[in-house]
């Protein structure tokens, strides 16, 4: 076995790939094949992984100047995942990432059920390039920026960019970031969630241990009663999906992001994973739906477990109880309003800890049921509009071809739509609103064709077919004259 010279050192958070690629470069090798031989002792098929194998055969190479737990740790992205595997998933993940066969590790850690991979693509920031050339003399694959749900720069805002590589070719053809020119992941920023959400997960990739705490705690949990959407240690659902759904509907719409903001289910599996693998993705995305920051995560330090009722009741163990503690909890109680007092937040721990105050709290405070049947449709109609309009941006402006914008389409994404479907009288505005934003067949397909004339450089010389099949189109809506019209406006702005 042939030791490595001239194996480069390592950027911060660069991906093996990307020590790959410079190895390649550095040696002038004229192929993926050479490379990897010589790295790997055989041609690898996963160098270009989150999660490549080969890597004992790699570490011996180095004469050991790093483990294969430190290639592992400092050039993957196994650490995002592993606070959320159990410890038999993770020694699995770590013995095959040392072996040559990689084959089902993604699918054993539930990425391939994630639906995320096809999003998948190599991801650079353009200033994190700038930047690198001038401090590090070369530009660099950062491992962060290729993990599912990052599509903004943690450290510079900045949206991503995918690559993608020349002729059909792939990651083997051993291009530095940027080398050819990529395109946004996002159309525009995608607002705070995906910037939080891009945060986090650099701190988590940073912080396993800290996650893996946070987890043992069960910080969710912590922070579902703290929003009063735990009762007696159970979920209250309703609750939660009302809370959710708007929430859900400003939430960056394309990309990963597609597979968590259409519906609020899969919630239900982060907070109960059972023996499911959560995605690092969804357990971050999570804590901002539920308004939890970064700064939220590295201070979590609970005091008392306060997040399972019925798990914990009894459970008192005596210990002494801080004042500023009793205090935030009396706080927190009496600050929930409209709901019953054993359902707001912390009644379990006042009762164990502070029972007089909570017993004097109730009989001061009865509490009284909100007549239903009264509810005000005006606000609701208003709210229901904003909702709409919302949802028809989203159609409007998500990625790939254009969708069409249709009642069903809109419905889906409104929060209580069934309540105007059903009782349109009572919501006269957003009636009026819906039937004013449906898509006529001819404006969608028109949306259609300048998308196509975009996306396949499609020019006046382009037969009518040829942009039809490309823009979808079966029974044409628009006339020729349009088409036309539409491929010489987008030459122009070419
Ligand atoms: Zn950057």
């Keep these: 076995m042939d030791r490595l010279h001239g194996f480069p050192q390592p950027f911060p958070d660069e991906s093996l790939y990307s020590l790959a690629v410079r190895y390649h470069r550095l040696l002038s090798n004229d192929s993926y094949r050479r490379t990897s031989q010589e790295l790997f002792g055989v041609y690898s098929r996963t160098c270009g992984s989150i999660l490549p194998c080969c890597l004992g055969a790699l570490s011996q190479r180095l004469a050991s100047a790093y483990s294969v737990e430190q290639l592992i740790d400092r050039f993957t992205l196994l650490p995002l995942y592993e606070p959320f595997l159990n410890d038999s998933k993770s020694r699995a993940a770590r013995v095959a990432m040392t072996g040559n066969d990689g084959t089902g590790l993604k699918m054993s850690l539930g990425i391939t059920a994630s639906g995320f991979l096809k999003h998948a693509s190599f991801r650079y920031c353009e200033r994190c390039v700038e930047e690198d050339i001038q401090h590090c003399g070369s530009a660099y694959w950062h491992r962060i920026h290729q993990a599912s749900g990052t599509c903004i720069c943690p450290l510079h805002g900045e949206v991503l960019r995918g690559t993608t590589f020349p002729d059909g070719a792939d990651w083997r053809c051993m291009l530095f970031p940027a080398e050819v020119a990529g395109s946004p992941v996002m159309q525009s920023l995608g607002g705070p969630a995906a910037d939080e959400v891009s945060e986090m997960q650099f701190w988590g990739l940073e912080h ?18 703290e ?6 240690g159970r979920v209250r659902l309703q609750a939660l999906k009302s809370f959710l759904t708007p929430r859900l509907l400003c939430s960056p719409s394309g990309n990963e992001f597609e597979v968590l903001s259409c519906s609020w289910e899969w919630v239900l599996g982060v907070v109960r994973p059972r023996r499911m693998v959560v995605q690092p993705l969804k357990f971050y995305f999570l804590c ?5 920051g970064l700064e939220h995560l590295k201070s979590f330090h609970p005091q008392a477990d306060i997040c399972s009722g019925e798990a914990t009741k009894g459970s008192d163990t005596g210990a002494p109880v801080e004042e500023s503690e009793i205090e935030a909890r009396r706080q927190a109680f009496s600050s929930s309003k409209n709901v019953k007092c054993h359902e707001k937040p912390g009644y379990h721990w006042l009762y164990r800890h502070d029972r007089n105050w909570l017993a004097q709290y109730v009989s001061g405070h009865p509490f009284i049921r909100r007549i239903t049947g009264l509810d005000d449709w005006a606000a609701r109609d208003e709210a229901l509009s904003r909702d709409l309009l919302i949802a028809r941006d989203q159609i409007l402006f998500s990625l790939g071809k254009p969708q069409k914008v249709t009642r069903a389409a809109l419905s889906r994404r409104v929060a209580h739509s069934q309540d105007f479907l059903r009782m349109p009288d009572k919501c006269p505005i957003s009636t009026l609103l819906m039937s004013d934003m449906l898509e006529s067949d001819h404006d969608h397909q028109v949306r259609k064709i300048r998308w196509a004339a975009r996306q396949y450089l499609l020019s006046k010389r382009s037969a009518l ?14 006339t020729e004259e349009e088409v036309l019209d539409i491929l010489s406006v987008a030459g122009e702005l070419r």
Excluded at 227 to 232: D, E, P, Q, S, T
Excluded at 288 to 292: G, N, R
């Design 465 to 478: 077919s040829v942009v039809y099949r490309f823009a979808g189109i079966r029974l044409s809506h628009v």
């Design 227 to 232: 929003m009063g959407f735990l009762k007696a």
């Design 208 to 225: 396993p241990a800290d996650v893996r705490n946070l987890l043992a705690k069960n910080f969710l949990g912590h922070r579902l009663d």
């Design 288 to 292: 901002w739906l539920l308004e939890v």
